[in-house]
């Protein structure tokens, strides 16, 4: 239960074409995150599987069977909304038992699928008081509490850790990923805050302006990114990124430090933060004057700018001690360099 | 280009700010003298001052006048009878019965009042609530229909029942339509039942679009994701419309009914014009009565229609103060 297919889902309002052309397959049992910029047709795709909004094209498949033109509550979906669009006249019992009684459920397998719910989540000291007077945190389990006694065949759920503190939604996100270990259901998740998507992920869809630009695993989308996009979007802070023309089978970073690359002509090189190390000295390194200095505890974000003018951030572990307008000479790892070519798409290379 | 506007808003600006400039030397004293508490009065006072002259002082010349008897309508010519104005108002047999009274005429125009406030407020809320709902859906041409209906409250009320006596009269535009058809035209503002429903009729026509505005505003404040959230667990339209939407419009309708409640005791120019309280006193009203006898009728009694006018008000007040208790019981209802 809960294998969604998306098959070459396209979505125009008016005349702007928001989503162009989608193909997804989500199994059984996945937590898929949706993950892009504002306006990269995230929430829109959510909605599209919900049934809140049509496709203009394309098919959209629950377990086999064409939902496309399906109602939203025929779909066997639930979904968490952003603002939790909890009814704020009812009380949270109210609120999580007014989806079953639409569908004349016996009485006592509606109080025992909310109080099953309310169990879960632990809000049953709750269940009498209205929405006004719960904290975001408790109104976020409301809203998954209504979702989960639905017994769905998935759960979407359109950022809903965003209206949380810092604090909570670190709270809030490991007890989702509990929530999904134990209930094993398909969930979909929106979100544009990549921490949460790495951290809750079984694949992230990465999406910029309408289409997919890569799916994959958390790490893979780290390590092995497909093109310039996603390289600079998942990581933080950002992948430096070096433009280059490559000539006999290498390029050159500033500051003379040759890459060999597979292709000739224009490239650009990636090299994250973390993979910069300390250079030994008679060896070519990238050299600049640090600008800022992050101290972190852990770990310290070191910026800094080469002699032609690149900006280059670097991540050190601990407290290396650098001070603001020391100069440093960094070498990346060898094994830890991207490729991309003039479109920004990855090019192997085995480096 | 972007400089010309700005350019624009320094000179229309220009005067507000000398004004302002002028009057801040002498309120900086004023402050000083009189500190800052006071200086709220001092703000207060031109607001209260224009209150006080057309409404507290003319409400208490109203109280004296109703305890005073004669047609002089100075008051030096007039003499003190206490509360025998009143009591002549209330002196009744039968309560049930308006004829039995005294003063019977205002008995008659009281009832009519109640049981035109009662069908009129109620069918003020039911047709400004569907057509707030009508108008709330993305209907085709909806800020024109929403113009249409609210383009009546900007019509002065005589204006209001001209139109509609234009149309309801013997030879009138509706009676002009059915004879066209082939029917039988009526009399309908000589009909008792046909005049007082024309005034119900005419004064929801007139009012609603107030109404349906403030109903409008309320419905749109209600998020969409409720909706949503409600879509996606298959709620039907008319579950929707009475678990969710009509609860949430709760606070804007009780502002409604107050409002259409209070106006529509006060009803008067639109009847007035329309029918003048006929035929006979099938559709005369509290206000119209109190009119008549106080300045119309050839022997007028200023002090008979201030103390009916002094009863009506404290109608007005227990209304109000019921649509009060009951809208502060539902926000901390809604609180709790």
């Known amino acids: 239960m809960g294998r969604i297919t998306l ?8 005349t702007t074409e928001v989503i162009h052309g989608v193909d997804l397959e989500v199994g059984e049992g996945e937590l898929v995150v949706f993950v892009g910029p504002s306006g990269c047709g995230k929430s829109t795709l959510l909605r599209l599987i919900a049934g809140l909004d049509q496709p203009t094209s394309g098919t959209i498949e629950i377990d086999g069977r064409d939902v496309t033109r399906v109602s939203a509550a ?3 979906l639930a979904m968490v909304f952003q603002s939790y669009a909890l009814y704020p006249h009812m009380t949270v019992q109210q609120n999580l038992s007014f989806g079953l009684q639409n569908t004349k459920m016996a009485r006592d397998e509606v109080g025992r699928r909310v109080s099953e719910a309310a169990r879960m989540l632990e809000i049953e000291p709750l269940l009498e008081r209205r929405p006004t007077q719960l904290s975001g945190g408790q109104r976020q389990r409301v809203a998954i509490g209504r979702a989960i006694v639905r017994e769905p065949a998935a759960f979407l759920l359109d950022e809903p850790l965003s209206n949380l503190d810092a604090e909570l939604r670190v709270t809030m996100r490991a007890e989702l990923a509990q929530l999904h270990d134990r209930l094993t259901t398909t969930m979909i998740y929106v979100t544009h805050d990549q921490v949460e998507a790495m951290t809750l992920a079984d694949r992230i869809v990465v999406l910029r302006h309408g289409r997919i630009e890569q799916v994959a695993t958390p790490l893979d989308l780290f390590n092995r990114p497909a093109n310039l996009f996603v390289a600079g979007f998942i990581g933080a802070p950002n992948m430096n990124l070096f433009t280059a023309t490559a000539q006999d089978g290498q390029a050159a970073l500033p500051g003379g430090l040759a890459v060999p690359v597979p292709r000739n002509g224009p490239c ?18 990238l050299e600049g004057r640090v600008t800022l200095v992050e101290a972190l505890g852990t770990e310290t974000v070191v910026h800094f700018r080469t002699a032609d003018g690149t900006d280059v951030i670097t991540v050190m572990a601990g407290q290396p001690g650098i001070r603001l307008g020391d100069t440093i000479r960094l070498a990346p790892d060898p094994g830890q ?4 070519d003039a479109d920004g798409d990855r090019m192997d290379n085995n480096v | 280009m972007a400089a010309l506007p700005a350019k624009l808003g320094v000179v229309v600006t220009a005067p507000l700010v000398l004004l302002a400039r002028a009057v801040d030397p002498p309120l900086r004293w004023w402050q000083r003298m009189a500190g800052q508490g006071g200086m709220a009065a001092v703000f207060l006072l031109p607001n209260l001052a224009i209150f006080g002259v057309f409404v507290l002082f003319p409400l ?6 109703s305890t005073t008897a004669g047609t002089d309508i100075l008051l030096q010519g007039r003499s003190f009878v206490g509360g025998a104005q009143y009591a002549r108002l209330l002196e009744c047999r039968d309560y049930l019965d308006p004829l039995t009274c005294r003063e019977d005429t205002f008995w008659t125009a009281a009832a009519n009042t109640l049981v035109f406030v009662v069908l009129q407020v109620t069918m003020m809320v039911v047709v400004s609530t569907i057509t707030a709902l009508i108008l709330n859906r993305e209907i085709r041409a909806r800020g024109f229909f929403r113009a249409v209906f609210f383009f009546p409250v900007l ?6 029942g001209l139109i509609w006596r234009w149309i309801l009269q013997r030879q009138g535009l509706l009676n002009l339509v059915m004879v066209s058809l082939g029917l039988e035209p009526e009399v309908w503002l000589n009909d008792r039942t046909y005049a007082f429903a024309a005034t119900i009729g005419v004064s929801v026509w007139a009012h609603m679009g107030f109404y349906t505005l403030i109903l409008l505003a309320g419905l749109q404040a209600i998020p ?3 909706y949503e959230a409600a879509e996606m667990d298959g709620t039907r339209p008319a579950r929707v419309f009475w678990r969710i939407t009509l609860p949430l419009l709760g606070p804007n309708l009780a502002v409604v009914l107050v409002l259409a409640l209070i106006r529509g005791v006060q009803i008067f120019d639109e009847v007035y014009v329309l029918t003048g309280g006929g035929p006979g006193t099938s559709t005369l009203y509290l206000t119209q009565y109190i009119y008549e006898v106080g300045f119309a009728s050839v022997l007028r009694n200023p002090g008979l229609a201030a103390a009916a006018s002094i009863l009506m008000g404290l109608v007005l007040v227990v209304l109000t103060l019921c649509q009060l208790w009951l809208s502060r019981r539902g926000e901390a209802k809604g609180a709790k």
């Open chain 1, 7 to 14: 098959n070459d889902i396209r979505k125009r309002f008016g």
């Open chain 1, 74 to 76: 025929d779909r066997g």
């Open chain 1, 268 to 285: 650009t090189i990636g090299i994250r933060p973390q993979h910069l190390h300390p250079a030994e000295a008679d060896a070519s390194a």
């Open chain 1, 337 to 340: 360099i991207h490729l991309f």
């Open chain 2, 155 to 160: 019509l002065s009320p005589v204006v209001v």
């Open chain 2, 60 to 65: 208490a010349l109203n109280f004296v006048y």
């Open chain 2, 224 to 226: 969409k994701d409720l």
